[in-house]
C-alpha cells in the first residue's frame, strides 16, 4: 500500500485546512489510518487515527482534540484531516500511516506510511 499526503500549506492562527491521504490500493479500506506530525527538532507524535469501523473509533491527541476530525472515504481510498482553530504550535510536518489493526497510538505500529506534508501556522 503506498500512501500519498497533501494540503499542507500556510494559513494564519485561527485558520483551517484539510490534509488528504490517498491510498494506491482498495485493501486499505480495511486498515486503520491515521495522521501523525514531526516539527523541527521534535519526535514524531500521534494526532489522530481511525480504524475500518469509522466514526465511532477515532481517536485523537489531547492536543487536537475538538479541533482536528479524521474521516475517510472508502469510494475514494482517501482519509482526510480537516484542522480548524490552527494554533502556531500546529506546525510541522504531517504523515499519514496506514496498519492492518487498532488505533494504536505509537508510530512502530503503523507499517506504511506516506511522505509528509508541510503546515505552518503564523501567528
Known amino acids: 500500500v503506498q500512501l500519498q499526503a497533501s494540503g499542507g500549506g500556510l494559513v494564519q492562527a485561527g485558520g483551517s485546512l484539510r490534509l488528504s491521504c490517498a491510498a494506491s490500493?482498495?485493501?486499505?479500506?480495511?486498515?486503520?489510518v491515521a495522521w501523525f506530525r514531526q516539527a523541527p527538532g521534535k519526535e514524531r507524535e500521534f494526532v489522530a487515527a481511525?480504524?475500518?469501523?469509522?466514526?465511532?473509533?477515532?481517536v485523537y491527541a489531547d492536543s487536537v482534540k475538538g479541533r482536528f476530525t479524521i474521516s475517510r472515504n472508502n469510494v475514494k481510498n482517501t482519509a482526510y484531516l480537516q484542522m480548524d482553530s490552527l494554533k502556531p504550535e500546529d506546525t510541522a510536518v504531517y504523515l499519514c500511516?496506514?496498519?492492518?489493526?487498532?488505533?494504536?497510538?505509537?508510530?512502530?505500529?503503523?507499517?506504511?506510511w506516506g511522505q509528509g506534508t508541510l503546515v505552518t501556522v503564523s501567528s
Open positions: 500511516a496506514a496498519q492492518k489493526f487498532g488505533t494504536d497510538v505509537r508510530v512502530p505500529a503503523y507499517g506504511y
Open positions: 490500493a482498495r485493501t486499505v479500506n480495511s486498515y486503520t
Open positions: 481511525m480504524s475500518n469501523w469509522g466514526v465511532s473509533s477515532a
